[in-house]
């Protein structure tokens, strides 16, 4: 079974997106809001909640967890001008990365 990442512009996305997944490979899941504080989905009572392990997502590491996905080297995301970038900025361009890969 294969994990994906999910990425939703608004609450609306979000919430369709998560209807039509299918939760089979675990119970929980990281969610990084677009400032790069972490959240846990629990899928059996479909709610989103602040008690996580990792509660703060550096910019390297978003693009970490967004690269584990993709298994083509060629089709990463790559991270320019990492210091100049807001963590908001850098997160909506992986948003927009993932959407359209």
């Known amino acids: 079974m294969r994990s994906y990442l999910l990425s939703a512009f ?4 979000l919430i369709q997106k998560v209807r ?6 675990k119970n929980s899941y990281t969610v990084i809001d677009s400032k ?28 970490e967890l967004c690269n584990q996905f993709i298994s083509d080297d060629s089709h990463k995301f790559i991270g ?5 970038k807001t963590l908001p900025k850098l997160i909506t361009e992986i948003l927009e990365f993932s959407a359209n890969s």
């Open 10 to 13: 608004t609450l609306e996305e």
């Open 20 to 25: 039509v997944y299918d939760f089979k490979i």
């Open 36 to 63: 790069g504080e972490g959240w846990t989905y629990i899928h059996d009572i479909d709610a989103i909640s602040p008690l996580t392990i990792k509660k703060r997502w550096y910019k390297k590491e978003i693009i």
């Open 80 to 84: 320019r001008s990492l210091s100049s």
